[in-house]
């Protein structure tokens, strides 16, 4: 018999009745249709997602299972994890990508530009110089270099 320690299933349970289906970042618990929502990886805690409107290519997400949009609520060990995975992430990153910079942030509210709110999650971005030219600036129209199908699928195999 094989027995496995699912400390996540404690989250997930908990958070029972109040996850709603319409928030991308409550994934449950079934991986099978992690390659079409873009999740790269599955911790303990959080978990790590593409986004799908990147505003660079490897633009990813760290977010917890729970749904909640109390980050100054969460634990240390769940902190702790998000960080680790967005160091794994920016390691990938540098191998896939090069890039020159990165930023890492979180929206938390809407009147600080938090597109979901309910679920908090913290953004990784790769950065090149030049990235942010006048195409972005001025007409929010973001080039991107790559299919997001293509940066999963090479992501995935080096994260
Ligand atoms: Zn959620």
Redesign the pocket.
């Given at each position: 018999m094989e027995f496995v320690w699912s400390p996540w299933r404690y989250d997930y349970i908990a958070s029972a009745g109040k996850?709603?289906s319409s928030?991308?970042?409550?994934i449950g618990e079934d991986p099978s249709n992690d390659p079409d929502r873009l999740v790269v990886y599955r911790g303990v805690h959080n978990f790590v997602i593409l986004n799908l409107f990147p505003y660079t290519s490897g633009h990813f997400m760290v977010?917890p299972f729970?749904?909640?949009a109390e980050f100054d609520q969460a634990r240390s060990d769940q902190i702790a994890e998000m960080m680790e995975l967005a160091q794994r992430g920016i390691r990938a990153l540098k191998t896939l990508y090069k890039p020159e910079g990165f930023n890492l942030g979180m929206n938390l509210g809407h009147c600080a530009g938090a597109g979901?709110r309910?679920?908090f999650h913290l953004h990784v971005v790769p950065r090149w110089i030049g990235d942010a030219s006048f195409m972005g600036i001025t007409g929010e129209t973001r080039v991107l270099p790559e299919v997001l199908a293509v940066t999963y699928r090479r992501f995935l195999e080096v994260f």
């Open positions: 996850t709603p928030c991308v970042f409550c977010a729970v749904h909640t979901i309910e679920h």
